[in-house]
């Protein structure tokens, strides 16, 4: 099992409130609670060590829609592996990760209000406009060593502001001081450009896919 991927796994579960992960032999399997997403499968191997058989085998055991599969390979390849009731995302989301450090993030734009707020190892970052609506926001779940960094977003009127690279700074600055010393996520390819411009390396591909039955 790949450590990276287990961190991803601990500190999403913790970001999103999800059950704890039970431990398969292929990876982990991770009770969720939603309509559009009662569970999810994720494989612990990544790139070149991820195996077609292992994937079918976990594709071909799920039956009941809304469950997820996360493997971490390149779309075009898991596509193949699965069967005719999987709907698969045509992008691909990229695991990354950055060593976390304690520099202090940048002032808000002018106008602009950043707020924090943690309950438990779960840290909100929010960014309000002058008129006082969302802007950007994110979260961070921190376990142990590691922290995951989730959800971040900016509203599209307020893009170009750097107020993204502000989120994300001070979610992992929030991490750092709370002993963390590596951050991961699982980046869009809208967002992989502002990781890596903050930092962050890509170690694989991830391809997300959901029963639809």
């Known amino acids: 099992m790949n450590d990276l991927v287990r ?20 990876g982990w399997s991770v ?6 997403q009662v569970s999810r499968r994720v494989l612990g191997d990544i790139g070149a060590d991820v195996e077609e058989a292992v994937v079918r085998k ?8 809304g469950v997820w599969l996360k493997v971490f390979a390149d779309p ?33 734009p002018d106008g602009y209000r950043l707020r924090t707020w943690s309950r438990g ?13 969302l802007a950007a926001r994110g979260q961070v779940g921190v376990s142990g060593a590691t922290a995951v960094v989730d959800r971040v977003e900016t509203a ?11 989120v994300v700074r001070t979610l992992q600055a929030t ?29 694989a591909l991830l391809t997300s896919a959901k029963f639809t039955g």
């Open 7 to 26: 961190a991803w796994v601990d500190g999403w579960v913790l970001s999103r409130g999800a059950a704890p992960p039970v431990e398969e032999p292929w």
């Open 31 to 36: 009770d969720v609670g939603q309509v559009e």
């Open 58 to 65: 976990v594709a071909d055991s799920v039956t009941g829609y």
């Open 76 to 108: 075009a390849l898991v596509r193949g592996w699965l069967g005719p009731g999987w709907w698969i995302d045509p992008e691909p989301g990229f695991l990354m990760s950055v060593p976390l450090t304690r520099d202090a993030p940048p002032a808000a």
């Open 121 to 133: 190892p779960v840290t909100q970052a929010v960014v309000t406009a002058p008129d006082g609506a």
């Open 156 to 166: 599209e009127a307020h893009r170009r502001k750097g107020l993204g690279g502000l």
């Open 175 to 203: 991490a750092a001081e709370q002993g963390a010393r590596t951050g991961v996520l699982a980046g869009t390819p809208d967002g992989r450009a502002l990781y890596e411009h903050l930092g962050w390396t890509t170690t």
